[in-house]
């Protein structure tokens, strides 16, 4: 699975959107982008996850360059509790592994 | 969104003495789940991955014969760190996927270890 890099750390006020980044120049045609974060002492949370599309859910949108070899996660209205490491992780069809990388670690700040 | 329930949360135990951790799948079934380990400050590494009913697949480095997986039935994964060590203490975390498109991961809120 292609590899990923990502800022070690990012803060965010409290209310403003925050902008977390993922360069995966290495991605193949077949390869998702998801996007989980993990809170202190818990197990990740799935955010949200694209192909080639631009994607939104409840929590979060996911910002999929053309070329595919980076993407963007938006959190619209960054709160305290969406302080956390975000993970970004790319890869192929059913069945394989997910590889963590040293994801961001984001602050939301009052 | 789907649950995966991992017990224990946390447990201690001497050195010498095996610990098991279990993972469920409690409202899909998953014929596959993996199992990670994380150490304070690092990231989550991938130790091995289930699979229900065969012998499961273990990463570079991990001994299989120190972290005994089984996976007996469709919702049910168990680790057993046997004859742990200071050395084993961690957070494990076991995780498993709903097939789809782009199939999902979900994660179990993970197994505090201390071996003292």
């Known amino acids: 699975d292609a590899k990923t890099t990502q800022p070690p750390s990012m803060d965010c006020a409290e209310g403003r959107a925050a902008n977390l980044p993922c360069n995966h120049s290495?991605?193949?045609?077949?390869?998702?982008v998801y996007w989980y974060r993990q809170i202190h002492s818990q197990g990740p949370q799935y955010i949200i996850h694209?192909?080639?599309n631009n994607e939104t859910n409840e929590m979060a949108s996911l910002i999929i360059t053309e070329d595919r070899k980076s993407s963007t996660l938006i959190l619209p209205h960054a709160t305290l509790r969406d302080t956390a490491v975000y993970y970004c992780?790319?890869?192929?069809?059913?069945?394989?592994?997910?590889?963590f990388g040293t994801g961001t670690s984001l602050t939301v700040i009052p | 969104g789907a649950v995966v329930s991992q017990h224990p949360s946390r447990v201690i135990c001497k050195s010498g003495t095996s610990v098991k951790i279990e993972c469920r799948s409690l409202?899909?079934?998953?014929?596959?789940m993996f199992w990670y380990r994380q150490f304070p400050k690092q990231s989550l590494m991938l130790m091995a991955t289930?699979?229900?009913?065969?012998?499961?697949?273990?990463e570079q480095g991990v001994e299989k014969d120190k972290f005994l997986i089984n996976h007996a039935s469709l919702t049910l994964s168990t680790l057993t760190v046997t004859s742990a060590h200071p050395e084993d203490s961690s957070f494990y975390i076991c995780?498993?996927?709903?097939?789809?498109?782009?199939?999902?991961?979900?994660f179990g809120s993970g197994t505090q270890l201390s071996v003292l």
């Open positions: 694209g192909l080639k």
């Open positions: 409202d899909f079934q998953a014929t596959t």
């Open positions: 289930s699979n229900e009913g065969s012998k499961a697949t273990y």
């Open positions: 995780s498993a996927g709903i097939s789809g498109i782009g199939e999902k991961l979900f």
């Open positions: 992780i790319v890869r192929a069809n059913t069945g394989n592994q997910f590889y």
């Open positions: 290495t991605i193949s045609g077949n390869e998702y």
